[in-house]
């Protein structure tokens, strides 16, 4: 069972580490975040009831730090009912291979994600090149390479379900082609990925000290500009509550939603960069 899972060639520990690396947040009662180094894991479900799916897999190397705080939260030797991938960049499936080992949970994502998650097509190469920080300029020692999760990794239902959660999925490519975000509408909790982030996750000293401003999707990996503009539309359009991201700090009533809104009328001046390899001139 297990040789049919692997990472890339190219997979490695990525030394860096932010001031809110360890610490989780309980945002709702049925929804926790947890900051691994530079990135944010979701557990949805509630601690009473032991039912929960866990939402992107962290860092490489981080699986140890997972299972422990899924214990602390949920009771020794709990495991979620399935692990929901909002992306398959390496900083949300680091610890995917080791989890789905030791949970034998199955892993959901988008189909247009699937080739990045089969062994069958790597992601673009970052983009080191592209306005923005010192992030960007490391990006080329971040893994790209195509996982191989065999089996395990399934189609996320086509009705926008969201197995074993309240949620539903809703596809915001444009950081990659088969992104989702995931949304409740009864008290408009957002899941948001990488669709767009809380904190400029180009610049080093602010991944570091996680200073709170929102931003479009991560520069250095997102290869579809227009399709992140629709994305983060479709995103405010239904005016969430709390938005939990894959980077920065979560954000939630009146400054959600004027961020939002200021980040869709200013989108191609806060989040396009002024240049880099993916970048079509068309958008300014």
């Known amino acids: 069972m297990d040789q049919e899972m692997n990472y890339g060639d190219d997979y490695k520990y990525i030394p860096t580490t932010s001031v809110g690396s360890g610490i989780g947040r309980e945002l709702l009662q049925d929804l926790f975040s947890h900051t691994v180094q530079i990135v944010n894991i979701n557990f949805v479900g509630n601690p009473d009831t032991g039912d929960f799916v866990l939402v992107d897999a962290g860092m490489p190397n981080s699986a140890e730090e997972i299972i422990s705080v899924t214990e602390e939260r949920f009771g020794k030797n709990s495991r979620p009912k399935a692990i929901i991938l909002t992306h398959g960049h390496f900083d949300h499936v680091g610890a995917i291979v080791e989890l789905v080992e030791h949970w034998e949970v199955p892993v959901y994502a ?139 700090l979560p954000m939630s009533g009146d400054i959600l939603s004027k961020s939002l809104d200021k980040l869709v009328q200013e989108f191609d001046s806060i989040a396009v960069p002024d240049f880099g390899k993916y970048v079509d001139k068309n958008t300014h």
Do not use: C
């Not at 592209?130 to 893994?143: I, R």
């Not at 395990?152 to 969201?162: K, Y």
């Not at 996680?210 to 579809?224: A, F, H, K, M, V």
């Open 110 to 248: 988008h189909e247009l994600e699937m080739p990045f998650l089969t062994g069958e097509k790597s992601y673009p190469e970052p983009d080191a090149t592209v306005e923005g920080g010192m992030v960007a300029k490391m990006s080329p020692m971040f893994p790209n390479e195509s996982i191989n999760l065999g089996s395990h990794v399934e189609m996320l239902p086509s009705d926008g379900t969201v197995p074993h959660t309240d949620f539903k999925w809703i596809h915001t490519s444009g950081h990659t082609p088969g992104h989702v975000s995931l949304f409740r509408e009864e008290d408009g909790a957002l899941i948001a990925g990488d669709a767009f982030v809380t904190v400029k996750q180009e610049s080093l000293y602010k991944v570091l000290t996680q200073e709170q401003e929102i931003s479009g999707p991560p520069r250095y990996l997102t290869t579809d500009w227009e399709a992140a503009k629709e994305s983060v539309i479709k995103l405010e359009a239904l005016k969430p509550t709390i938005a939990v991201t894959g980077h920065g």
